[in-house]
């Protein structure tokens, strides 16, 4: 996929500034893009059009993290760029870096929670219990037994010995400290 980019000048050094904020700007577009699909992992909105969506993005963001590399340094090896415009091209180059560390934490974000949550093995996801559409998920939800109903008329307590569980009406619980 070419990169097409139409902020670009034709005016010796500070087009290529003007080129490098493009690149810059782009790629950091990009980064939020692909960092706002990544919260969305793990989540209820998570599927396999996220996945390529993120795999998209991903390689976007990596083709436009390659061309900005190649413009920034080798204008920044230029020994010719003027002062000023070598300053712009250095707080460009802060600026793709700081966009390539979020890229890299989203990245292994993704794969770290592909693992816990994959959609190829549906073991480890979550189970909400929502499934079907809304009347169904009703009618589940109608005929499940009144929870207060099957409650404990008294909390469990723990005794000291072997710390097992017993009722009892006035009974304090026993403690090995207690005497």
């Known amino acids: 996929m070419?990169?097409?980019?139409?902020?670009?000048?034709?005016?010796?050094?500070?087009?290529a500034v003007a080129d490098g904020k493009a690149l810059v700007d782009s790629?950091?577009?990009?980064?939020?893009?692909?960092r706002q699909l990544a919260s969305c992992v793990g989540g209820c909105t998570d599927s396999l059009k996220l996945w390529e969506e993120l795999r998209q993005t991903r390689g976007k963001a990596q083709d436009l993290a390659s061309a900005t590399c190649r413009h920034l340094?080798?204008?920044?090896?230029?020994?010719?760029?003027?002062?000023?415009?070598?300053?712009?091209?250095?707080l460009l180059w802060v600026a793709f870096s700081c966009s390539l560390e979020l890229l890299h934490v989203d990245m292994c974000k993704v794969f770290n929670m592909g693992d816990v949550f994959s959609l190829a093995n549906t073991q480890n996801l979550v189970k909400t219990g929502l499934q079907g559409g809304g009347s169904e998920v009703a009618a589940r939800a109608l005929s499940l037994p009144d929870l207060n109903q099957a409650q404990e008329p008294h909390p469990p307590r723990w005794s000291g010995q072997g710390r097992t569980r017993h009722h009892g009406a006035g009974d304090r619980p026993h403690l090995p400290d207690d005497r």
């Open 2 to 15: 070419p990169l097409v980019n139409n902020k670009v000048g034709d005016e010796g050094s500070a087009g």
């Open 27 to 34: 790629l950091m577009r990009v980064v939020a893009c692909y």
């Open 73 to 90: 340094t080798a204008h920044l090896r230029d020994r010719s760029l003027p002062q000023e415009d070598r300053k712009e091209m250095e």
